[in-house]
């Protein structure tokens, strides 16, 4: 079993940039897939970016396609998503998570995933 815990979050101005870690313990994070998934208050949770097991292929909702770019660092056990160019619709509290099936595709769906992190908030102001 793997443990996770995000940080990095906080208050930032609209085109600003933050970066979201995902530290984790149990288990390296190289045997994972993982993804990075949002929930806005009164909103579902939903995918943002993931990074694939072993090939580290990337895929990211259109929405923040461009803007924000998802990587790890197996030697720090680490995931992390930069965010750039941040709107106010991004305010959200950023989740990650551990998705134990290896596949070289990182799935948006919530359900493909066996571990979450408590998340970190992220507050874009106009």
């Known amino acids: 079993q793997v443990q996770l815990v995000e940080s990095g979050g906080g208050l930032v101005q609209a085109g600003g940039s933050l970066r979201l870690s995902c530290a984790a313990s149990?288990?390296?994070?190289?045997?994972?897939?993982m993804g990075w998934f949002r929930q806005a208050p009164g909103k579902e949770r939903e995918f943002v970016a993931g990074i694939s097991w072993s090939v580290d292929n990337t895929n990211y909702a259109d929405s923040v396609k461009g803007r924000f770019t998802i990587s790890r660092d197996n030697a720090k056990n680490t995931v992390y998503l930069q965010l750039n160019s941040l709107k106010p619709e991004d305010t959200a509290v950023y989740y990650c998570a551990a998705d134990r099936s290896r596949t070289f595709y990182a799935s948006p769906k919530l359900e493909n995933y066996d571990y979450w992190g408590q998340g970190t908030q992220v507050t874009v102001s106009s």
């Open positions: 149990g288990r390296t994070l190289s045997s994972y897939t």
